[in-house]
């Protein structure tokens, strides 16, 4: 008997709200495509006349190219940093061959 009352507490309440979900979910649809129909007609006019918007894309865009100068710094950087490695390793290498070679000196091989 509970189950039976259970069951059908759980398929009233879903009814309810998947039809509460269809009713709020066209009205948003129809929201949406009025808004971009209008922002498409005014999307222009409004960043000309907007000169808060217009700063805010200037400064964007200057923050972007900041963004990339740092970026190709930062790769100067790594290759830069790279190259230091190379020659590091380079350096030990010829100590090492030379270590070697006075050993062999010292005793013979």
């Known amino acids: 008997m509970k189950i039976t009352l259970i069951r059908t507490i759980t398929i009233a309440i879903l009814a309810t709200s998947i039809s509460a979900f269809a009713q709020s979910g066209g009205t948003k649809r129809e929201d949406a495509a009025n808004t971009c129909n209008t922002t498409q007609q005014t999307g222009s ?45 380079k350096k030990i290498r010829q100590q090492d061959s030379q270590w070697r070679h006075s050993l062999l000196g010292i005793y013979g091989g």
């Open 45 to 89: 006019d409004q960043t000309a006349n907007n000169p808060m918007e217009s700063n805010v894309s200037l400064q964007l865009e200057d923050l972007q190219t900041e963004v990339d100068q740092l970026l190709v710094k930062d790769k100067v950087n790594q290759e830069e940093e790279q190259n230091k490695n190379q020659e590091e390793q």
